[in-house]
């Protein structure tokens, strides 16, 4: 997994890849709080490139992300659904709380993240019955299984602590 590079949707991924995506998707409240300790409410207003999200708004953007997510995969184990609900994460990191305090979403990744990577563990040692279950993601226009989720997630949080490392040094 690499989170500077793009996702690749395309590949299969091995169940120690997926074991590693989900310690990624455990340790993500960790790691951001090691980059967002003492975060000042200018530090929290910088981007890491020009134009883009402010380091608030990428920490609003996990909890948003990891929440539809968690939820994703909730409904693919209760097998309650064939497509996954889109939303679009530019109009949602655009709303009237992308200027509020990042640690209520930081809260939101903590509680997430706990029950979502345990949740993964049981998936992992159940591959057959679980890995393969899949929903249409209208976004990427095509099916998406749990395995790809899972990798696709431990990737997600750690590409936008990247970001943020990168904000944070200018």
Same mark, same amino acid.
């Given at each position: &997994?690499?989170?500077?590079a793009p996702?690749?949707?395309e590949?299969?991924? =091995?169940?120690e890849?997926l074991?590693q995506s $989900?310690?990624a ?7 951001l709080?090691?980059v967002? /300790?003492?975060l =000042?409410?200018e530090?929290?207003?910088k981007?890491?490139r020009?134009? =883009?999200? /402010? $380091?608030?708004?990428?920490?609003h953007h996990?909890a948003?992300?990891? &929440? ?26 655009? #709303? &009237? ?5 990042h640690e209520?979403s930081? &809260?939101?990744?903590l509680?997430?993240?706990?029950r979502?990577?345990? /949740?993964?563990?049981?998936? #992992?040692?159940q591959?057959e019955?679980?890995l393969?279950?899949?929903a ?8 998406i =299984?749990l395995?790809? #989720?899972?990798?696709l997630?431990?990737?997600h949080? #750690?590409?936008? $602590?990247?970001q943020?490392q ?5």
């Amino acid at each position: &997994m690499n989170p500077s590079a793009p996702f690749d949707f395309e590949r299969d991924y =091995s169940i120690e890849e997926l074991l590693q995506s $989900v310690i990624a998707i455990k340790e993500l409240p960790n790691q951001l709080a090691k980059v967002i /300790t003492g975060l =000042s409410d200018e530090d929290a207003s910088k981007q890491y490139r020009e134009g =883009s999200w /402010t $380091v608030r708004q990428i920490i609003h953007h996990l909890a948003d992300a990891h &929440m539809n997510a968690f939820i994703r995969t909730k409904h693919l184990l209760a097998q309650d659904a064939d497509s996954f609900q889109p939303y679009d994460q530019d109009i949602w990191n655009d #709303l &009237m709380d992308k200027d509020f305090n990042h640690e209520a979403s930081f &809260m939101i990744l903590l509680g997430i993240h706990q029950r979502w990577s345990l /949740t993964l563990l049981e998936c #992992l040692k159940q591959p057959e019955k679980y890995l393969a279950l899949s929903a249409y993601h209208p976004e990427h226009k095509k099916n998406i =299984s749990l395995a790809q #989720l899972i990798a696709l997630y431990g990737w997600h949080g #750690l590409h936008h $602590v990247l970001q943020i490392q990168e904000a944070l040094k200018k």
